[in-house]
């Protein structure tokens, strides 16, 4: 049965410092989740893809995506 990532952020947040001792089961999925991700050579590039795209866009405006996608204030 594969478990949901949130179910480790849920896990930890419920035991506190012994999450180290109850939270393995939870641990273990989110690694193979990882895991398969960052073994998957489609996502791989799509990854590379997408920041090659932003490098592109960063090299013409000097502007970094994420302050590109911050709104500005409507009134100052």
């Known amino acids: ?3 949901d990532p949130a ?3 849920n896990c930890c ?3 506190g410092i012994l999450m ?3 939270c393995r089961k939870e ?3 989110l690694k193979e989740c990882l895991t398969a991700y960052y073994n998957d050579p489609a996502f791989y590039e799509e990854c590379k ?6 490098r592109e866009e960063f090299r013409k ?3 970094p995506t994420k302050k590109r996608l911050q709104k500005l204030p409507t009134s100052m």
């Open 49 to 54: 893809m997408e920041y090659l795209k932003e």
């Open 27 to 29: 641990n273990s999925a």
């Open 1 to 3: 049965m594969a478990l």
């Open 13 to 15: 947040k419920d035991s």
């Open 61 to 63: 405006t000097g502007i």
């Open 20 to 22: 180290v001792v109850k």
């Open 7 to 9: 179910d480790f952020t």
